[in-house]
């Protein structure tokens, strides 16, 4: 069983050099990147892993008693072989014999040396190992029949002397072409025999203990080149993928892409977004919903998610009619202020309804690192656009008016409610007020006195975006809520505001949805 | 108890390696070589790219995208809207092929022009973007559908034994038409004798050099037609009662040129 595996593992060595010499005849400059061999790749460095298993088996203890109830380190050590030769044979193939790049030759002088050096530690130093326990046997026969013949000797102190004059080389060669058997031979020359015998064996067993030295340091080698094989490696395979897989073409898209277009704007586009986008706030909007203790509007975007899978529903013309719209084409401040508005409502919207169902505009399945501000959610005139891009660098940056912090949507219940419908340029400014009015009239986010204990509590918005209310530019926080506040708390604010306690209501990013209103959850 | 002080010293080494590696980076000047992407980069180069395009020898991003590879819109930057290639018939094609690299191959050597007409990867590319477009109104779809079901049965293609599935595809025609010499009087066909490798045939015998049959095949040039043919080509000839279809009168098979007891006779 034994010579039979290293008779297996021995060919696959050699193959192996043959096929890398294989260069010598033949070299496909497109073999490699072509899809047979990909797969060759794949699964050679796949099989190139597996020899890891071992190792770590081998030296993480916790790892070895957990994998050695299913399977014994002696058949690991067999998989670590075998698949350290496949392995690289595989890979040696998916090169083509194409050695051209600085990293790929090194990378498959590296395969081969250690593929070799793999080999030598385990066939040939396990051969000098075992001459070395063999000889030590006779060593110690021969020291054994040695003692033997010196107690012979010791009885006949007389033959001592003659020992003498056999000593020195001539004594091999006389004894050599002596063809007696040993018994008959005389005890003295026998003592000679043995002790040059013992003398002999010990030389041997030391110059291999001393060639095994040398390779005593072969496993810390054959590990440290693996592990460098293996950056090797993990540099190919990034290279393969930052430079373009070519086996891929077949399911990735390689026609050109929209954003390498012109975008074709129209100038109907506009009209036509606002029109598509008022039909689906209309339909889908509802008021006086509570939500966790807020009283709130919502959208029922169990709909909208329904309608952004229908290709020509409201929903999907609105998305296609952005694509047209040439965002500088607006004459009106108004206008612009209101479209921009309005995208951001739709943006926030849509990523709601792509991942609909979701708790939370929030959710991991609309961003997985909680930003969903930072994605790219709608796409205008061809190019793309974040909810905070518009917020902060468009609607913020250009407009300087603090009302849009209200009236962008953050689809949440503690939000400002949204308006009846979408923003119009005509009444945009009659819009917005009526908005944080609204807002400040609620007393279940926006605005709620305790006269007795002289504090306010202000909507959640205002303390996010607290540092805007600076007092230069813009009116302080205090000003802004006397502006707002319904008339009948703005006289006791006014005479009290210097000792005021300002506090915020809380934060709840449940969705502004119909599915989460108290009344359906109590229902279910 | 020392073995195990032994083992312990990995960690402090490859810690002290970091380190090491670190201090190197922070110490050397910014523009040090190795602190540039592109010379690692180059270590994965496959091959010199062509002359003209060497410039972009350390600048890889201008034509690689991570995972898909080569991408068009990355030639078209230079290359768009080249009207001699597309005006000219045979390679009219290129405005509507999607993709470049499967014939523009690169990276073959500084003395390698990078364009090698590939057939089948046309043709593929053409499936690729009918399958793409799944509008049912453009009849892509349809088309896809036809061309999947005659490739099936596409042996029933007479002729183009040397050819691969996906070349039995494609109309040599519309790109080729001007090549015929036969004036459509072979048909359209013309996988049915030449293949995608070369246009000349190697197996075709030419008649015997005595036979009479020319005019068959061949056809006289306007000249023979006019006054010339009397005054030049039947007085250079001495054949002064040759016709104009008995082309073996005064011609030889060598070459046009070459008159029967003449020699080599250029006129023009």
Same mark, same amino acid.
């Given at each position: 069983?034994?010579?039979?595996?290293?008779?297996?593992?021995?060919?696959?060595?050699?193959?192996?050099?043959? #096929?890398?010499?294989?260069?010598l005849?033949?070299?496909s400059?497109?073999?490699?990147?072509?899809?047979?061999?990909?797969i060759?790749?794949?699964?050679?460095?796949?099989?190139?892993?597996?020899?890891?298993a071992?190792?770590?088996?081998?030296?993480?203890?916790?790892?070895?008693?957990?994998?050695?109830?299913?399977?014994?380190?002696?058949?690991?050590?067999?998989?670590?072989?075998?698949?350290?030769?496949?392995?690289?044979?595989?890979?040696?193939?998916?090169?083509?014999h194409?050695?051209?790049?600085?990293?790929?030759?090194?990378?498959?002088?590296?395969?081969?040396?250690?593929?070799?050096?793999?080999?030598?530690?385990?066939?040939?130093?396990?051969?000098?190992?075992?001459?070395?326990?063999?000889?030590?046997?006779?060593?110690?026969?021969?020291?054994?029949m040695?003692?033997?013949t010196?107690t012979?000797?010791?009885a006949?102190?007389?033959?001592?002397?003659?020992?003498?004059?056999?000593?020195?080389?001539l004594?091999?060669?006389?004894?050599?072409?002596?063809?007696?058997?040993?018994?008959?031979?005389?005890?003295?020359?026998?003592?000679?025999?043995?002790?040059?015998?013992?003398?002999?064996?010990?030389?041997?067993?030391k110059?291999?203990?001393?060639?095994?030295?040398?390779?005593?340091?072969?496993?810390?080698?054959?590990?440290?080149?693996?592990?460098?094989?293996?950056?090797?490696?993990?540099?190919?395979?990034?290279?393969?993928?930052?430079?373009?897989?070519?086996?891929?073409?077949?399911?990735?898209?390689t026609?050109?892409t929209?954003q390498?277009?012109?975008?074709?704007?129209?100038?109907?586009?506009?009209?036509?977004f606002?029109?598509?986008?008022?039909?689906l706030?209309?339909?889908?909007?509802?008021?006086?919903?509570?939500?966790?203790?807020?009283?709130?509007?919502?959208?029922?975007?169990?709909?909208?998610?329904?309608?952004?899978?229908?290709?020509?529903?409201?929903?999907?013309?609105?998305?296609?009619?952005?694509?047209?719209?040439?965002?500088?084409?607006?004459?009106?401040?108004?206008?612009?202020?209101?479209?921009?508005?309005?995208?951001?409502?739709?943006?926030?919207?849509?990523?709601?309804a792509?991942?609909?169902?979701?708790?939370?505009?929030?959710?991991?399945?609309?961003?997985?690192?909680?930003?969903?501000?930072?994605?790219?959610?709608?796409?205008?005139?061809?190019?793309?656009?974040?909810?905070?891009?518009?917020?902060?660098?468009i609607?913020?940056?250009?407009?300087?008016?603090?009302?849009?912090?209200?009236?962008?949507? &953050?689809?949440?219940?503690? &939000?400002?409610?949204?308006?009846?419908?979408?923003?119009?340029g005509?009444?945009?400014?009659?819009?917005?007020?009526?908005?944080?009015?609204?807002?400040?009239?609620?007393?279940t986010?926006? #605005?709620?006195?305790?006269?007795?204990?002289?504090?306010?509590?202000?909507?959640?918005?205002l303390?996010?975006?607290?540092?805007?209310?600076?007092?230069?530019?813009?009116?302080?926080?205090i000003?802004?809520?006397?502006?707002?506040?319904?008339?009948?708390?703005?006289?006791?604010?006014?005479?009290?505001?210097?000792?005021?306690?300002?506090?915020?209501?809380?934060?709840?990013?449940?969705?502004?949805?119909?599915?989460?209103?108290?009344?359906?959850?109590?229902?279910? | 108890m020392?073995?195990?002080?032994k083992?312990?010293?990995?960690?402090?080494?490859?810690?002290?390696?970091?380190?090491? @590696?670190?201090?190197?980076?922070? @110490?050397?000047?910014?523009?040090a070589?190795?602190?540039?992407?592109?010379?690692?980069?180059?270590?994965?180069?496959?091959?010199? @790219?062509?002359?003209?395009?060497?410039?972009?020898?350390n600048?890889?991003a201008?034509?690689?995208?991570?995972?898909?590879?080569?991408?068009?819109?990355?030639?078209?930057v230079?290359?768009?809207?080249?009207t001699?290639?597309?005006?000219?018939?045979p390679?009219?094609?290129?405005?509507?092929?999607?993709?470049?690299?499967? /014939?523009? @191959?690169?990276?073959?050597?500084?003395?390698?022009?990078?364009?090698?007409?590939?057939?089948?990867?046309?043709?593929?590319?053409?499936?690729?973007?009918?399958?793409?477009?799944?509008?049912?109104?453009?009849?892509?779809?349809?088309?896809?559908?036809?061309?999947?079901?005659?490739m099936?049965?596409?042996?029933?293609r007479?002729?183009?034994?040397?050819?691969?599935?996906?070349?039995?595809?494609?109309?040599c025609?519309t /790109?080729?038409?001007?090549?015929?010499?036969?004036?459509?009087?072979?048909?359209?066909? /013309?996988?049915?004798?030449?293949?995608?490798?070369q246009?000349?045939?190697?197996?075709?015998?030419?008649?015997?050099?005595?036979?009479?049959?020319?005019?068959?095949c061949?056809?006289?040039?306007?000249?023979?037609?006019?006054?010339?043919f009397?005054?030049?080509?039947?007085?250079?000839a001495?054949?002064h009662?040759?016709?104009?279809?008995?082309?073996?009168?005064?011609?030889?098979?060598?070459?046009w040129?070459?008159?029967?007891?003449?020699?080599?006779?250029?006129?023009?």
């Open positions: 069983m034994k010579e039979r595996e290293s008779l297996i593992i021995g060919s696959l060595t050699v193959f192996m050099l043959v #096929l890398w010499l294989g260069f005849a033949h070299s400059s497109r073999f490699a990147g072509s899809l047979a061999g990909g060759l790749a794949i699964s050679g460095s796949a099989l190139m892993m597996v020899p890891f071992y190792v770590f088996a081998k030296r993480i203890k916790w790892l070895k008693t957990r994998i050695t109830k299913f399977i014994s380190m002696r058949s690991l050590l067999t998989i670590h072989i075998y698949a350290g030769i496949l392995g690289p044979i595989l890979v040696l193939m998916h090169t083509g194409k050695f051209e790049s600085t990293l790929g030759m090194t990378l498959t002088a590296m395969t081969i040396v250690v593929v070799i050096s793999g080999y030598i530690g385990r066939y040939l130093l396990k051969h000098i190992s075992t001459e070395v326990r063999e000889k030590k046997l006779l060593l110690t026969n021969a020291q054994d040695y003692q033997q010196m012979e000797l010791q006949r102190p007389d033959q001592r002397i003659a020992i003498k004059s056999f000593t020195g080389m004594s091999k060669f006389f004894l050599s072409i002596e063809k007696e058997p040993e018994f008959a031979l005389p005890v003295e020359v026998r003592a000679i025999r043995l002790s040059e015998s013992i003398a002999d064996l010990e030389y041997a067993i110059s291999h203990e001393t060639f095994k030295g040398w390779f005593g340091k072969w496993l810390k080698v054959h590990f440290a080149i693996s592990w460098i094989l293996f950056g090797l490696l993990v540099m190919h395979v990034w290279g393969a993928v930052h430079f373009g897989l070519r086996w891929s073409d077949s399911w990735a898209p026609t050109l929209s390498y277009q012109p975008a074709i704007t129209s100038d109907d586009a506009p009209e036509k606002s029109n598509s986008f008022a039909r706030y209309k339909e889908h909007w509802r008021p006086n919903v509570t939500i966790h203790g807020y009283r709130t509007t919502v959208f029922n975007y169990a709909g909208l998610a329904k309608e952004s899978k229908i290709s020509q529903s409201d929903f999907n013309q609105a998305v296609t009619s952005l694509r047209r719209i040439n965002p500088h084409g607006f004459q009106n401040t108004d206008q612009k202020k209101a479209f921009w508005i309005n995208v951001y409502n739709f943006a926030a919207m849509k990523l709601v792509e991942q609909y169902p979701v708790d939370s505009i929030t959710d991991k399945k609309i961003s997985w690192r909680g930003d969903p501000w930072g994605l790219d959610a709608v796409e205008i005139g061809g190019k793309n656009y974040g909810l905070r891009q518009i917020e902060k660098e609607l913020l940056g250009k407009f300087k008016d603090l009302r849009i912090i209200f009236a962008v949507s &953050c689809a949440a219940v503690s &939000c400002p409610d949204r308006t009846d419908s979408i923003f119009y005509k009444n945009l400014n009659k819009q917005l007020d009526d908005m944080v009015r609204n807002l400040f009239a609620n007393r986010k926006g #605005l709620s006195i305790q006269k007795n204990e002289m504090k306010i509590t202000l909507s959640w918005i303390k996010a975006d607290k540092d805007l209310f600076d007092g230069k530019e813009n009116p302080t926080l000003d802004f809520v006397l502006k707002y506040a319904p008339a009948k708390h703005t006289a006791w604010i006014k005479a009290n505001e210097d000792k005021l306690k300002i506090e915020f209501f809380e934060h709840d990013w449940t969705l502004n949805d119909t599915a989460q209103a108290d009344a359906i959850k109590k229902r279910t | 020392a073995k195990k002080k083992k312990n010293k990995w960690p402090w080494i490859l810690a002290g390696a970091f380190i090491l @590696l670190g201090v190197v980076w922070f @110490l050397t000047p910014d523009d070589r190795f602190k540039h992407a592109n010379v690692w980069q180059s270590l994965t180069s496959p091959g010199p @790219l062509s002359e003209s395009h060497a410039f972009l020898e600048n890889c201008a034509c690689h995208a991570p995972v898909t590879g080569v991408e068009p819109s990355k030639c078209i230079c290359h768009a809207n080249n001699d290639l597309l005006k000219r018939q390679t009219a094609f290129h405005a509507h092929v999607t993709s470049c690299k499967e /014939c523009h @191959l690169e990276h073959n050597g500084k003395n390698m022009l990078p364009t090698g007409m590939d057939h089948a990867a046309m043709a593929k590319i053409g499936m690729r973007a009918l399958s793409r477009n799944k509008d049912p109104q453009s009849g892509d779809q349809v088309a896809l559908a036809n061309l999947k079901h005659w099936q049965m596409n042996n029933t007479v002729g183009g034994e040397n050819l691969k599935p996906m070349e039995k595809l494609l109309n025609y /790109c080729h038409q001007n090549d015929d010499q036969h004036f459509s009087l072979f048909g359209k066909d /013309c996988a049915q004798c030449h293949t995608v490798q246009w000349d045939i190697p197996q075709y015998r030419h008649p015997s050099s005595s036979s009479r049959d020319c005019s068959q061949h056809q006289a040039p306007p000249s023979h037609y006019m006054m010339h009397g005054m030049i080509s039947q007085t250079v001495g054949k009662k040759a016709k104009v279809r008995e082309c073996f009168a005064c011609h030889q098979t060598t070459s040129p070459d008159i029967k007891g003449v020699g080599w006779y250029k006129h023009h």
